[in-house]
Every structure is written in C-alpha cells, then in structure tokens.
C-alpha cells in the first residue's frame, strides 16, 4: 500500500513538472491562465493569455471585475477581422485590436450590457482588453506600440 502512495505521489509529481508553463517557470493567475506582461505603449499591463478555443470563447465573462493594470491579451488563431461580444460580463472594458506590433484600433468604455458584436477596424490577431477607461486614463492611441513577454 506505502509502495502504491509513493508511486501516486511521484506520478503526480511528473505531471505537475511537465505540464506546460510549468516546467519553464511560467506564472498563472487564480483562473489557471499564463500571465504576461504587456507593453501599451509605454503603459505595463499585466495580461492573462486566452489561445485555447475555451478560453477566447469565455474570455473576462462572467468575473466580477478587473483590477487596474490587468488584462487578458487574446492570441487569435489567424489575421482576421476578429468579432467580440460582451457576453457575460459585469463590467466596462476598452478593447485593443492589435495587429504587427501597433494598436489597429479601440472601443472605448464599452459597458457590459452592450448588444451585438464589436468588430475589428482591420484584419488583427491579437486583442487585449483592459478596465473601461484605461485608454483614455493612459493617452493611448491608434498606432502606438503594443509588446510582451
């Protein structure tokens, strides 16, 4: 029976040291998402990573807010022109539509009950969304440099 605990144990003990992120160190947040830190412009925004279709479906729905300086940064399958709803959300929030490095385009303040989709102003494949206001809060335009690691 010890020899069976042990094996469990060192089993799980694999797994957690080959699940990815893991392995190389890489933070999470609270909802099991990779954290980044995003450059907007000169502003650092620190930005959870939705890739997995789960993930770019629920995206910040659902939660009850989002701290200043945070965010989640949506790594999109292809350069396209992306569509995003509110659905599920309890709060405003801007959108950067991100595409070569450089801030394509922005919603700004979008309230959580907003009906319909919000299109990208031009093929993007990256979007980040932040707290409702922090555009305007931080002089962020169309065109300044969006960066992370």
């Known amino acids: 029976m010890k020899a069976i605990k042990i094996v469990a ?3 799980l003990l694999v797994l957690l040291c080959l699940s990815p992120g893991m392995a190389a160190g890489e933070k999470l947040s609270a909802d099991g998402n990779p954290l980044v830190r995003v450059m907007v412009g000169k502003v650092p925004v620190q930005a959870e990573v939705a890739q997995t279709p789960e993930k770019l479906f629920l995206g910040l729905g659902y939660r009850q807010n989002l701290p200043e300086g945070r965010g989640m940064l949506f790594l999109m399958p292809g350069v396209e022109t992306q569509n995003f709803c509110m659905r599920g959300m309890k709060f405003s929030i801007d959108i950067i539509w991100i595409v070569g490095g450089k801030i394509a385009g922005l919603e700004k303040n ?3 009950q907003f009906p319909g989709s919000l299109c990208s102003p031009q093929p993007v494949n990256y979007v980040l969304e932040v707290p409702g206001g922090f555009c305007d809060r931080n002089g962020i335009r169309v065109g300044d440099a969006v960066s992370w690691q």
């Open 9 to 11: 144990a060192l089993g």
């Open 110 to 112: 979008v309230p959580p």
